[in-house]
Each structure stands twice: as C-alpha cells, then as structure tokens.
C-alpha cells in the first residue's frame, strides 16, 4: 500500500498542473504564452541545468556515465523510429526527433524529482543536459535537413551546459547567492513549462490518429523497454537506473514541434503534433505504471 501512495505522491501534482495548464488553455485560446516560451529558453532551462547538475551532490563521473546510458537509449529510439517511419511511409529525417527527443524537461524533471529526490534531479538533469544540446543540434539538422551551427551558439542553455560540466569537473563550489537563485528558477520554470505543456495540448491537433497512435507506441512503450534493457545490459542499480528508466518512458517533447514548425513543411510539422498529443495522452497511463516499476526495484 506504501508504494501506491508514493507513486500517487509522484504523478498527482505533475497532472494536476499540467491540467491547471489545460483548464487555462480551454478557458483562454488566445492566452499568449510567448512569455513562458522566452522565459523557459533563456532564462529557465540554463537555470535548470546549472542548479540540478551542479548542486544535487552529482558527480563528474555519474554525470558523464548517465550522459552516455542515455545517448546510447537515443540511438536505440533512432533505430525504433526507422523503422517505424519506413513502415508508415513517413519522412524518415524531419519525422524523426519526435521519436528520439522525450520530454525530458517539462515532465520529467518534475516526475524523477518527486520520485528520488535531489539525487533523482541530478541524474535527471545530466540527461536533459543532453536532450537539450540535441534538440538545438540534431533535432534543427533533422527538421531543416542541414546544419546551422547558429542555433546552438545563441542557445544559454549550451552554455549553462558547458559552465555546469566545468563546475563537476573540477569539484567547484557554488556561491549561496548563485545556488538560492537558481534554485527559484528552476522550480519556477518547472511549474510553468508543466503549466504550457497543458496549454499546448489545448493547441496542438491530431490530424491522423491510426498513424500518431501507431508511432506513440514507439515513444512511450518501446522506448521504457530500451531504458530497461540497458539497464540490464550495464547491471545499472539504485535510484539512477529508476532515473534512466523514467526519462525512456517520457513523451514526445513539445519543442520538436516548435523547432519544426520553423523549418519544416506544414504537413511534416501537423504530423509531429498529432504525434506529440497522442504519446502525451497515452503516457498518462504509461507512466504511472512505468514509475510504479522504478519504485519497486531501483530505489
């Protein structure tokens, strides 16, 4: 009965904002959320970064072990998404970062937060670090089929990601001033970029949904079981690998959808959306079960 009420703990104020998000959202269609958007890039997420990897007692090595656990998950969602794109005769590049970008960031920091505590965020945030260097990355390269290397270097939160490494790497302390105010950001960018994904649910349409249920099978089901199976692979233990299983089990992030709007063709993007609304959906159900499994046996 304990690990029920942990797990209701866990998931009940990440939905219930996320629903706050979608009340709004429904009650308000022309809400401008261009401020959250701004805020969360700029200012929000190099927050994020700097006070989860920096200040949660992670460790150079943890960090960079958990970097490359789950660079190697992201190659196993490439390959998922392959194939699954080839099958529904999609776009094999710019349809791609949806399967292999999870929301990492909007939900689960919250969740791996809740779940393990301060540990949990740092390891969560070692892996959002690299989420985050890939949507601006990968996920442009993909969406605009080329390289623009100007995306990354006005990105902060490249930066923030640099500066957090060189803090680990050398076993630096933050000052107070710098760990206090970091630490309201990143709690209150974590409420609001839960609040706008709410928002965006309201705004994003499911324009084929055989199609977007077919590929959010691969997102939200296929992708746990790829966290699993490194898991077993690398014998991962503790509250690390409930982490690494959580953030595999994540929906598709809404920033693939505003990066490809961007680049992409309408067509291209409609499709990303329809995707991104149907795995979030369906990781409502997903994952409860996914961090019920975490709780009980990487804890």
Known sequence: ??????????????????????????????????????????????????????????????????????????FGFSFIGIIFLSFLKKDMAMELPPFILPNTGNMGLPICLFAYGSEGLGIAGAISCLIILFHFTLGVFLASKKFNFD???????????????????????????????????????????????????TRLKVFSFNKALISSIARVILGPLIGFVIILFFNLKGYAAGVLLIQCSMPSAVLTYLVGSIYSPKKIVDNIASMIVVSTIMSFITIPIVVYFALRFFS
């Open 1 to 74: 009965m304990e690990i029920y009420l942990k797990l209701f703990e866990i998931i009940f104020p990440v939905f219930f904002v996320v629903g706050i998000g979608y009340y709004l959202g429904l009650k308000k269609p022309k809400l401008d959320t261009s401020f959250i958007t701004d805020f969360g890039a700029n200012i929000g997420s190099p927050a994020i970064i700097f006070y989860s990897v920096v200040t949660t007692g992670l460790t150079f090595d943890l960090f960079k072990s958990y970097f490359l656990y789950y660079l190697i998950a992201i």
């Open 151 to 201: 995306v990354i270097v006005k990105s902060p939160s490249f930066y923030a990601i640099i500066i957090s490494i060189i803090f680990l790497y050398y076993d630096l302390d933050a000052p107070n001033f710098i760990v206090n105010t970091t630490m309201l950001l990143t709690y209150a960018t974590i409420f609001l970029i839960m609040m706008s994904l709410g928002i965006a649910l």
